[in-house]
């Protein structure tokens, strides 16, 4: 994922919507930039031991999946994802296995595949997956507002650990670095 600014302060309500989670995303891997892959996968907080770096790059990975492919776009699921009816909750955090280049760049490509699928839909467009069929859909513009509070809170945290993992803090150029 490339670095991107603030949308334009006058922009329209897509450009907001779709340039405020860019945003945020491209935060996740700035955040990781420089890790080694212990730090990566350090477990820091004793009551969330999934909670490494790894593993919310992971976790909002496969929110991204769920959101736009299970839940707006009604994919069905077949097995693809980390969770099962008996299996944990968190599922998708445990990646002590996985490389953190390897979870950054599906990240990235989850997160492209979020704006191919969404590129053509209306705000308006209600999600067709398992909340549909319950009578619960949500609109576009709902997810992507939850969307932005999902990575922006994330992101909190990578705040967080990266602080406790080696002091350091803000939302630095990954140029600086690197």
Request: hydrophobic fraction near 35%; glycine fraction near 6%.
């Amino acid at each position: 994922m490339t670095e991107v600014t603030r949308p334009p302060l006058t922009s329209d309500e897509r450009t907001q919507l779709t340039g405020w989670l860019d945003l945020q995303r491209s935060f996740v891997r700035m955040k990781c930039a420089g890790l080694t892959e212990e730090d990566a996968h350090r477990k820091l907080l004793t009551t969330s031991p999934l909670m490494t770096m790894a593993g919310l790059v992971a976790h909002l990975r496969w929110n991204e999946y769920s959101w736009f492919q299970l839940n707006l776009m009604g994919v069905p699921s077949t097995g693809q994802t980390p969770w099962t009816d008996d299996g944990h909750p968190d599922a998708e955090m445990f990646v002590d296995d996985i490389p953190v280049a390897q979870l950054l760049d599906e990240y990235d490509a989850e997160c492209a595949r979020s704006n191919e699928t969404i590129a053509g839909l209306s705000l308006d467009t209600v999600e067709k997956g398992p909340y549909a069929e319950q009578g619960e859909a949500a609109s576009l513009r709902y997810i992507l507002c939850h969307m932005i509070e999902e990575t922006a809170r994330h992101v909190g945290h990578m705040d967080i650990i990266r602080e406790l993992l080696d002091g350091r803090v803000g939302y630095t150029k990954m140029a600086d670095l690197e």
